[in-house]
């Protein structure tokens, strides 16, 4: 008989004893499997949005929540659409472009959903002439640009989802998101109802992975005018040149805007990060918890399958087993329970982080190979670690004394 | 006493407001460009959208500034809740825009000059612009770059070099050319703000200028094309930050910026 199928047999003689030991095991790895996917999609999520929008500065009502940069348009809560103007007429240094947004709830065949108020850029060409005027008289210093006409990408519908502006929007035009589109099985071309009036669908966005994706999008003043809004925006997003000129530029807008919250995406993210920055430490946490419970687990079960077992130990010892064989007996069987819970726990934690991903922290969550590799290394090796001793005790046992308390 | 003055002052500028109210309606704001443009006058366009103390202290500083300038400027207004207003409330888009609010037009049609809420009497002469400085605006304002040709006797030259640039297929019929000579007494302020001193001169400049209003650079008579349009690749770029989207490879030099902040 092999030694791999006589531990087998010794795992299935105590079925009660292996399930306790890889449940303590798998419970850790999920823990930490699942925390860790989170965590560093999380992470990258953070990363992207600054080097995405790092240059970008939101203007939005002094109470508005943001615990989401892309949703902080969507509080409920109103400015008046005038500071568009104000800013425009202030000729700030790194100003490069104003999208003021409007969220209004709308529905689609009685289903809700979000419609999004966004002005063009085209609509701002009248007040090219405020720029010149104002600025003409200043030097040319830092973050100040010579314009340049839009490009092919600019022009694009597209450019919504990746530079968060649009060159056209027509009135009756909409633009939907990824999600909004395929829920509502909408396409280029169609018809839709928002609000009581017609629209015809301009566009639909490539997936972000952003509230974006489920909203729909039409001109500022259509929405505001159908949904008797008034003059006024949900928050107006700057579109700086550059991170340091965001910064720079932040003070100068808080004061022009003292009704307003003017924050930078750096600080729209930073609660994220302090969050992301907790789950690291609880991480570190679960795995400590996992080598001390899974350890101490694996441990009682192979000490006490050592003792149960000193006659069966005996016996091979005096069939001409080594000591080596005795202890790589109950190794190998810590093997197999590290094994077993870690890949159960592994394949758990990435199915609870790609499920809770989405509904817990807003962030879609793929399986890490890396994670789940070292997860389960991790596993094998406190297993081992815990059955070191007791595998030795084994291997140290007198046949003789043995038969003796039998 | 004080306050019965305060009070006389503004009982004075109610009324003139509502005497120009009165009388503006009856002549559509588009004739008084027109006509303000034919005279070579400046049209200053007073948007209200109530007769408040706001509108009133606009009122009050344009009517003082423009006191002594009867022959250089037109003073007329836009009531923004009126529906026979819209053509020329969109074509300044000021519909939305804060109020009270003066734009300033020159007789070529420029805007050169947009004012909000409040206004000084300061503000109102800076928005009297030379005439090339508003050939200028106007240009910069319909999106086209301006070459500023500066010479050293009446009929300025235009150097070989801006006549190759304009006639380069990627930036045909994208420019326009001010010519004018360093010693026109007219163009005192626009060459203080070109930094051109007539005094200093010795040889014809170019100052090249793109939208909204940046001075791309200034270039002598022998300067080429390809010089030029290197200064307009590099106005386009914005600033020397790494990180500034404009300039290409910004994101690979992340660690500079957190440096150079960091030393802040």
Redesign the interface.
Known sequence: MRLRTIVWKELRERPTAMFTGVLAVMLGVTALVALRHVTVFSEREVGRQL?QL??NILIVPKGASLQDYYSADNNGQTLP??H???IL?ATLTGV?KLSPKLCVPADIDGQPITLTGILPQS??E???????????????V????????PTAEDRSPAALATQRTIEQLNHQDVVFGAEAAARHDVHVGDHVTLLGAPFEVLAILPETGTADDSRVFAHLHRVQDLSDAG?VVSAIEVLG?????A?DLVPQLAKLLPDSRVVTISQVVETQVNVNRLMSGVSILVLVVLVLVGGASVLSTIASNVRERRREIGTLVALGATPRLVSLLFLLKATWLGAIGGLGGAALGVGVAMWLGPRWAGISVLPLYDVAAMAVGAAIGVTLLAAYWPARQAARLDPCICFREV | MQRLAVFLATVALTGSFAQAQDASPARDVQQVLTSAAADGRFTFILFYRDNGPATQAMLATLQQALTDRDDEATLTYVDVNKRGQKPVI?????G????PLTV?VAPNG?????F?RSLTEARVA??F?TPN?AR??KS??E?RLVFVCIGLDDGADVPAGVRDFRTDPEFDGRSDVVAFSAYDPAEKDFLD?LKVDPAALRSPVTAFL???????GKFGPAATKNEMAAA?HA?????D?P?????HG??QAKPA?SA??NSR
Do not use: I, Y
Request: aromatic letters at 4%; one cysteine or more.
């Open positions: 080097n790092g240059a659409e005038e568009v103007d104000e007429l490069e609509e701002f009248a007040k090219a002439a405020w720029q010149t005027a104002s600025m003409f008289k200043q030097p040319h830092g973050c100040q640009r010579a314009h340049s006409p003059s040149c550059c991170e340091d000129a910064g | 969109d074509r300044f888009g000021v939305r825009a804060p109020m300033a420029a805007v050169t000059g947009v909000a800076d928005a612009a400085m200028c605006m910069m304002q999106g703000q793109a939208p909204p209003a940046v001075l791309v307009l106005a386009g770029k914005c600033c930050d990180n500034c989207k404009h300039n910004g994101q910026t150079r902040r």
